[in-house]
């Protein structure tokens, strides 16, 4: 028994929703994909996994369905409220590209409007957009969460409901802290690289190692940074952070050519070990810093296998795409 077992959705996909579907039915529901969906290889094997495709009229397909997604991304669907009307216990879940227009939108614009690309990439070089279809995969588990909270509410009232989201939102959820930071500032976010400009001063996020990379960033957390330091006193390549106390500076504040000096031992010691050492110590210490795989490496991890992610073939979904930060 699955979570959604016994569930039956309806997908009406055009890429805002298709990987939403897919989420419902990795959760065990029974997703059906209807005629009208783009399809090709690469999106059968990466969005639309565990979907059943359907020549059904919808009308049909509706009879018995729990959940419908309803993506607009094209604009509005002729008919399917109405449809939708005639079923009061349907989550009839509807994403469009805007909250309040009804322009198509592309996975471009969704990372240009959302702040998204404003902040992803080197200050002296154009803006960036991840790899992939990364908008799309982000509107979709808000698609796939909306349908979720849905079913809570009917189980509590017994019945459904209509769900509006829009991609843009999505897409600016994830951009959070630069608009937290204009909310609480004012300050627009630029591209900062391989910096995180917390305060007065900036500290590195990618950091080379014996046979690859890791993301880590100092940052005022003194039991982290003690932890650390512990770590590299061990191996005799502490130099002056074991005499820092960690619990009386704030590492925001700090001038920025202490924090260089301060990072170039940290950059000394990465460098004498493998991403898994390193790993390891982060689990073992609560260090908070994490390997960066490749991403032919991505099927053949240890969380990836656990959770059935990929095919037999290693094709990978719309999430796992490689976000080096400036690292080459």
Not at 62 to 89: E, F, M, Q, T, Y
Not at 122 to 151: F, H, N, S, V
Not at 205 to 222: E, F, H, K, L, R
């Amino acid at each position: 028994m699955t979570l959604l077992s016994g569930t039956r959705v309806v997908v009406l996909a055009d890429h805002l929703v298709d990987f939403g579907g897919s989420m419902l039915a990795r959760l065990g529901a029974d997703v059906t994909l209807t005629a009208a969906a783009p399809l090709t290889p690469a999106r059968q094997k990466a969005w639309h996994k565990g979907m059943t495709r359907s020549d059904k009229p919808l009308e049909q397909l509706l009879g018995n369905a729990d959940i419908l997604l309803d993506d607009r991304r094209s604009g509005v669907r002729d008919g399917v409220d109405d449809l939708a009307g005639k079923h009061p216990r349907l989550i009839h879940v509807v994403v469009k590209g805007y909250p309040d227009q009804d322009r198509p939108v592309t996975d471009l614009t969704l990372m240009a409007q959302s702040g998204l690309m404003h902040v992803i990439g080197t200050p002296d070089k154009p803006p960036l957009r991840l790899p992939g279809e990364q908008a799309y995969a982000l509107t979709g588990i808000q698609a796939a969460t909306a349908a979720l909270m849905g079913l809570r509410a009917r189980r509590q009232t017994g019945k459904g409901q209509r769900i509006t989201l829009s991609a843009l939102q999505s897409a600016a959820l994830a951009n959070y802290r630069e608009a937290v930071m204009y909310e609480h500032t004012g300050r627009i976010g630029t591209r900062r690289g391989n910096m995180l400009v917390r305060g007065k001063s900036g500290v590195r996020q990618i950091w080379s190692c014996a046979d690859g990379y890791v993301t880590w960033s100092m940052i005022d957390n003194p039991g982290m940074m003690r932890a650390v330091v512990r770590v590299m006193q061990e191996h005799g390549a502490a130099g002056e952070l074991a005499e820092i106390d960690w619990d009386a500076i704030l590492v925001a504040d700090t001038d920025q050519a202490v924090i260089d000096r301060w990072q170039s031992v940290v950059e000394a010691f990465f460098a004498q070990h493998s991403r898994d050492q390193l790993a390891d110590w982060s689990l073992k210490h609560g260090w908070g810093l994490s390997p960066i795989i490749r991403l032919d490496e991505v099927p053949n991890t240890p969380q990836m296998k656990a959770r059935a992610m990929f095919d037999a073939d290693g094709v990978p979904g719309p999430l796992f795409a490689v976000h080096h930060m400036g690292a080459k």
